[in-house]
């Protein structure tokens, strides 16, 4: 699950809880026997609640991640170096 969320912990985590979720509901479902008492889906609902909140933080954590590049030219090596990176960053 780690491979298909692209190695995020956060969303590999979440679609385990979803996967578990689903299952949850669809085997427990709710049962009463004698005293014994299930609640799939009551359970699947709090572990989609959990992955929502999972995958709300992974989303929140990869706008902060993300950072652009500053070049600074103080010369005129760091200008044709910046030039020249420039268009590699352009595809030319």
């Keep these: 699950m780690l491979a298909l969320e692209s190695s995020d912990i956060r969303c590999g985590t979440a679609l385990a809880l979803e996967?578990?979720?689903?299952?949850e509901a669809?085997?427990?479902?709710a049962i009463r026997v004698l005293d014994l008492t299930t609640n799939g889906p009551a359970t699947s609902a709090a572990l989609l609640a959990r992955a929502d909140k999972l995958r709300e933080q992974a989303a929140a954590l990869a706008a902060v991640d993300s950072f652009d590049i500053a070049e600074w030219v103080?010369?005129?090596?760091?200008?044709?170096?910046?030039?020249e990176n420039e268009a590699l960053r352009d595809g030319i």
């Design 19 to 23: 996967t578990m979720a689903s299952s």
């Design 26 to 29: 669809y085997v427990q479902k």
């Design 74 to 83: 103080v010369n005129d090596f760091s200008y044709r170096e910046r030039i």
